[in-house]
């Protein structure tokens, strides 16, 4: 199981007040974080098949509803505020996955492949920011490992 490591940094906020009022400190707090398969999650990301711009999975298990997300490079890093193709997935294990990149796709183009968790269960991929990180459809994570891979199409 390849997993890439990624740093986080935690801004932690401590407030001192001296005899003139609040003065605020940044520390760094460091939190690990990796991209890979769970035990209860994966994508199996050999053998990925194309045909024109549809991609497809030999394997994706997710436990609970949700998505097979793509999110694209831009500028040599994933940019995960943008995403290029979903399609949905019930619970367990789901064979020949296709999903379509609406945008087209080239060969050794690249990607970031996550799952998401469907949140209220409509079967919309609710990707509407409810905070600085987080959509409404939250990635899926066991642990500190996110369920996702950096691909090149095929």
């Not at 520390?27 to 398969?37: D, F, P, V, Y």
């Not at 549809?54 to 694209?72: A, C, R, S, Y």
């Not at 609710?126 to 459809?137: L, S, T």
Request: negative net charge; charged residues 20%; hydrophobic residues 45%.
């Amino acid at each position: 199981m390849n997993r890439i490591q990624v740093k986080r940094l935690r801004p932690v906020l401590i407030l001192i007040f001296f005899c003139f009022g609040p003065i605020t400190v940044v520390a760094e707090e460091k939190s690990q974080m990796s991209i890979g398969n769970g035990e209860k999650n994966w994508i199996l990301t050999e053998g990925v098949a194309r045909n024109d711009s549809v991609l497809t999975f030999k394997e994706v298990q997710i436990d609970g509803n949700g998505w097979l997300v793509m999110h694209p490079f831009e500028n040599g890093a994933p940019n995960g505020d943008k995403y290029v193709a979903y399609t949905y997935l019930e619970s367990g294990k789901n064979l020949d996955v296709s999903i379509e990149v609406l945008k087209g796709v080239n060969s050794a183009e690249m990607f970031i492949v996550m799952l998401h968790r469907d949140g209220n269960e409509n079967k919309v991929f609710d990707f509407i920011f409810v905070d600085d990180q987080n959509v409404m459809d939250r990635a899926v994570f066991e642990n500190t490992t996110m369920i996702g891979h950096v691909i090149a199409a095929p």
